[in-house]
């Protein structure tokens, strides 16, 4: 199984931050969540041309893969043109008003609410990949 370096994205009132979840300091930011993506990205490769290698850790050295982590409040602001309350409901089988407080982080998701809006935005991606038109 190939190395994960998870990045967390998270929205905070006036950009969106980024970090590795599980490498110590690598951090990132921007105004957008590509932003913030590309601030990682750069951070990586900052760490890995200006330190020597016994410094590099030990997950940025061969393959490894970047992993993409939102918390549900900024996943929904996010995509929140993409995908409402409504729409969220009918993949999810969460209830709107449910949805809309958890977009609004008046209350968060315990954690098999999260997993069942992750697996329900799992199988549309599937869904959506064997389409054709």
């Known amino acids: 199984m190939?190395?994960?370096?998870k990045i967390v994205i998270?929205?905070?009132s006036d950009l969106f931050s980024s970090y590795a979840e599980n490498v110590e300091g690598i951090y990132?930011?921007?105004?957008?969540?590509?932003e913030a993506k590309k601030s990682i990205l750069d951070a990586i490769k900052f760490l890995?041309?200006?330190n020597k290698a016994?410094?590099?850790p030990a997950i940025l050295k061969g393959d490894y893969q970047l992993v993409f982590k939102f918390d549900v409040q900024s996943f929904l602001d996010y995509?929140?043109?993409v995908f409402t309350p409504a729409a969220l409901e009918r993949i999810a089988g969460i209830n709107?008003?449910?949805?809309q407080h958890y977009s609004t982080g008046h209350r968060k998701p315990r954690l098999?609410?999260?997993?069942?809006?992750?697996?329900?935005l799992h199988k549309l991606g599937q869904e959506l990949i064997a389409v054709e038109l």
């Open 96 to 99: 709107q008003k449910q949805i």
């Open 112 to 120: 098999a609410q999260r997993r069942k809006i992750e697996e329900a």
């Open 79 to 81: 995509y929140k043109g």
């Open 28 to 34: 990132g930011g921007g105004d957008t969540v590509q």
């Open 10 to 12: 998270e929205r905070s």
């Open 2 to 5: 190939m190395k994960q370096v």
């Open 54 to 56: 016994e410094h590099i």
């Open 48 to 50: 890995k041309k200006h």
